[in-house]
């Protein structure tokens, strides 16, 4: 069983970047898909980026596409984000999370493991 520690989230103004960490322990992240996750205040929680297990292919929701870029660095065992161009719409928590298969991304219910999420706020 992989736990997984979310890092990095904020208050940063809009057009500005954040990078969050997603620290896994106990097994090895490359064995996961790793998706992140947000969720903003009275909204559901909604699909942002993944990169697949044992492949390198990553996808983007449409509204961070161009802007996040999800990586996982193996000998760190850990997963990030880096957020660029931040806008207000962008606040939320961020959840990092795994599963073992590679279909349904999308899906947060499809997910075994969950971090305890980190906060990103961007003003305007």
């Known amino acids: 069983q992989v736990q997984l520690v979310e890092s990095g989230g904020g208050l940063v103004q809009a057009g500005g970047s954040l990078k969050l960490s997603c620290a896994a322990s106990g097994r090895t992240l490359n064995s996961y898909t790793v998706t992140w996750f947000r969720q903003a205040p009275g909204k559901e929680r909604e699909f942002v980026a993944t990169?697949?297990?044992?492949?390198?292919?990553?996808y983007y929701a449409d509204p961070v596409k161009d802007r996040f870029t999800i990586s996982r660095d193996i000998a760190k065992n850990t997963a990030f984000l880096q957020m660029n161009s931040l806008k207000p719409e962008d606040t939320a928590v961020y959840y990092c999370a795994t599963k073992v298969s590679r279909d349904e991304l999308d899906i947060a219910a499809k997910y075994d493991h969950w971090g305890q999420g980190t906060h990103v706020t961007v003003s305007s």
């Open positions: 990169i697949l297990r044992d492949n390198p292919m990553t």
